[in-house]
């Protein structure tokens, strides 16, 4: 019984296939899915997709960089003045954090701060761990952190790619490396055997970020390839061969720490 620590089943791309995903990850021993929570219409298919799964999903729910990027000022404040009645159902705040890459535009990083600070807030009062987005602004997401503080409980930085130096900052500030695709990079296996195993989790970022090797079960309508849940087992062969261990323990150990930083109760009533 192994935790996808991150994935996103609720993704309009899987609408039609999620029952089969869902049921290939069972046979692969993937038996329980951590969300991640990008708006507020993604939110509501979350909650729906819980009252179909009970406790087999984890939710999360978070205004993600990318929407604040893309959506009104209004459609924000929407969101925003609503995420409180959707954290009552939640176990963690995210994905929040900065994505200075190529999705956003420089106009948006003012707002991304913004939101990012008002969502750790209200992950400080409400205790919720957090879920951390990150692309090219380590910096400034460790200065925001520092500034406001977050929950002791942590969290994890999803889809982490950094550098053993990055990695450790984070650790030091009491989080955790949430390894995907990236990390079954041939040249990210150094990084892999610096890094403790105490400090990482196993994610698959589906239907994103198909991991390297994988022969794809899944596509959108225009045939492009989708990962899925399953998948994670082949970020869990990458940190294996690293440490030279095998990747039933690996999985065995993220979902220790999943099931910590989330405070899930796997023993089926809860999640
Ligand atoms: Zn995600």
């Not at 309009?12 to 993937?30: M, N, T």
């Not at 959506?71 to 929407?78: E, F, N, T, W, Y």
């Not at 994505?99 to 600070?117: C, I, M, V």
């Not at 989790?201 to 994988?214: F, I, K, N, Q, Y």
């Amino acid at each position: 019984m192994f935790i996808d620590a991150h994935c996103h089943l609720t993704d309009l791309r899987f609408e039609g296939i999620r029952d089969q995903v869902i049921e290939k990850a069972r046979k692969s021993q993937v038996t329980h899915f951590i969300q991640g929570g990008v708006d507020l219409a993604e939110w509501d298919r979350q909650v729906e997709l819980k009252r179909a799964l009970s406790s087999t999903v984890t939710l999360v729910f978070g205004i993600h960089p990318w929407t604040i990027a893309h959506q009104s000022d209004v459609a924000l404040r929407q969101a925003f003045d609503r995420l409180p009645e959707y954290l009552k159902e939640a176990k963690a705040l995210g994905e929040i954090g900065l994505d200075f890459g190529p999705r956003t535009s420089k106009d948006s990083y003012a707002l991304q701060e913004e939101y990012f600070r008002r969502q750790l807030r209200l992950a400080k009062e409400g205790k919720f761990p957090v879920v951390l987005h990150v692309v090219r602004a380590h910096d400034q997401v460790m200065n925001i952190l520092n500034q406001e503080g977050f929950p002791a409980v942590g969290g994890i930085v999803h889809a982490f790619s950094g550098s053993y130096e990055i990695a450790k900052r984070y650790i030091d500030l009491g989080l955790h490396l949430s390894l995907g695709a990236a990390a079954t990079q041939e040249k990210y296996q150094e990084t892999l055997r610096n890094l403790s195993l105490d400090s990482i989790v196993v994610e698959s970022d589906a239907p994103d970020m198909l991991p390297r090797g994988v022969i794809p079960d899944f596509f959108d309508s225009e045939r492009k390839p989708l990962n899925a849940p399953h998948a994670i087992w082949y970020v869990a062969n990458a940190v294996a061969k690293a440490k030279n261990m095998q990747p039933e323990d690996v999985l065995k150990v993220s979902g220790k720490h999943c099931s910590e930083i989330f405070r899930l109760k796997l023993d089926g009533h809860d999640g």
